[in-house]
Nanobody, 117 residues
């Protein structure tokens, strides 16, 4: 079983920064994809950014140039550095881990990010 635990959410003013972290534990294949999704009230969950074990990344157009995803494979940890935050970034952010060899996806419980003055 895989567990994902997020941290780092909170309240920040527009233009501010936050850093989210997610630690994965359990039976994790060496090659995998970790990422962040978000869900705002009344909206569908959407991909924010993802990163494979080798380091190749993917970003939603809405966050390109503002958010940076990174990972520490030795710690099974993924980070999301969020800069120049906007009110529309307000959402619950969920950590995701996808294991391609077994086609399994796992989710964290989410951490709330609120961007407001």
């Amino acid at each position: 079983q895989v567990q994902l635990v997020e941290s780092g959410g909170g309240l920040v003013q527009p233009g501010g920064s936050l850093r989210l972290s997610c630690v994965a534990s359990g039976s994790i294949f060496r090659i995998n994809r970790m990422g962040w999704y978000r869900q705002a009230p009344g909206k569908q969950r959407e991909l924010v950014a993802s990163i494979f074990t080798a380091g190749n990344t993917n970003y939603a157009d809405s966050v390109k140039g503002r958010f940076t995803i990174s990972r520490d494979n030795s710690k099974n940890t993924v980070y999301l550095q969020m800069n120049s935050l906007k009110p529309e970034d307000t959402a619950v952010y969920y950590c995701n881990l996808y294991d391609p060899p077994i086609n399994m996806a796992y989710w964290g419980k989410g951490t709330l990010v609120t961007v407001s003055s």
